[in-house]
């Protein structure tokens, strides 16, 4: 009876530390594969890279090759994500005063020119100016005021520059009568410009999703002048100011975004919504 009893309880025992271990198996399956901190890099970047569809284009290539993850954080300001000590790389426009101090402040590697998105001259389905047949945006310019049509300010600072350089060599004033600034930018410009029958500049992806949220008879009238690109860099977080920085995996993404092969890709692509060329490759030697 004893040695029956002790074979009992070593059966019991054996029962229960195989439950055990069935349950630790189960439970390790139904957790999620992480992949290791050095297998992945925090990408800051300002919206349209992103939004336009571009980044996962590109990225899944990168990936595929490396096996490292990319997490995409995009932002108004990408350097504040940076600052924080959440970013390995950041893209943003290279004209913006957040680069330029950045940069200075000696935070980030030197920048180097990766892309450039598209702003366009947006207005009437109809084009009342025909600013479509144009083949520069001083031209566009000309045929609005010559054709006693309007052009809507949009109050962004990059658009109001550029706005004040082309009608200075168009010999246009920006007091006359072609030129409305009304205080309004982004949506709120193109909603004015419809209801007054105008032109108005914009970013091209920004746009599209605009149209794609609201009937609109607004569209995309002319996009051909290079002063209508806005070039894109990348810095990359300097590890000695964040420790944190994963700098050989970002490396890796700088120079496969650099890559001939990759700048090739961002002349391909086409942003959902348009057949227009709203992305150019910027990562070449000049």
Known sequence: MLIAAGHNKWVKLLHRFCLLLITFHLTACAQPTQMPASSQVRLAVVNTPQDSG???????????????????????????????????????????????????????????????????????????????????????????????????????????????????????????????DLGVSKGRAIKVAEKEHAYVIWGAIPFLKFQAKHHTEMAILFSKDPLLQRIMAITRPKPEHFPATNTKAAKLLETYLLSTATQAKIMRFRAAGSDHQLWWPAGRHN
């Open 54 to 180: 571009l980044l996962t284009y590109l990225l899944a290539e990168f990936e595929a090759q490396t096996g490292h993850q990319v997490i995409v954080e995009k932002s108004d300001d990408p350097f504040a994500i940076a600052l924080a000590g959440n970013a390995d790389i950041i893209i943003s426009h290279y004209g913006k005063a957040g680069m330029a101090k950045f940069i200075a402040d000696g935070y980030g590697t030197w920048p180097n020119m990766v892309f450039a998105n598209q702003a366009v001259l947006i207005g009437p389905n109809n084009d009342p100016a025909r600013v479509s047949d144009s083949s520069s945006l001083e031209e566009a310019f000309r045929a609005i005021a010559n054709n006693d049509q309007t052009l809507i300010a949009n109050n962004n600072d990059g658009i109001s520059a550029l706005t004040e350089l082309v009608s200075t060599a168009s010999g246009l004033s920006l007091d006359g009568d072609w030129y409305r």
